[in-house]
């Protein structure tokens, strides 16, 4: 079995250690929200997965999504702080310096 499957019911664990999941989580800052787009960008993934894996993080509270006040797409945060300290663990090993 692919330890990355996307199945139904997969757990936490498999949402974070997902490795396109895990770049996207990497690339996000509290304090600078981010366009999907922009996201999609930096990370490399495509964009029907990066729109999916961005719903898999928005179902487990992982991220948020807000809207700003300029009326244009929605930009991501991470939420980590109300998750196991490992998930945060796993991705600041991915974020760069």
């Not at 690339?27 to 990370?43: F, H, N, R, S, Y």
């Amino acid at each position: 079995m692919n330890p990355f499957d996307d199945g139904p019911g997969f757990s936490l664990e498999t949402a974070v250690r997902h490795p396109a999941r895990l770049a996207i989580l990497g690339c996000l800052e509290p304090d600078a929200p981010m366009a999907g787009d922009a996201v999609k960008l930096i990370t490399g993934v495509d964009v029907p997965r990066g729109s999916y894996r961005m719903r898999v993080l928005l179902e487990f509270g992982l991220v948020e999504a807000r809207q700003m006040g300029d009326g244009g797409p929605l930009r991501y945060v991470p939420r980590l702080d109300q998750h196991p300290i490992w998930v945060t663990e796993a991705v600041e090993s991915q974020r760069p310096g």
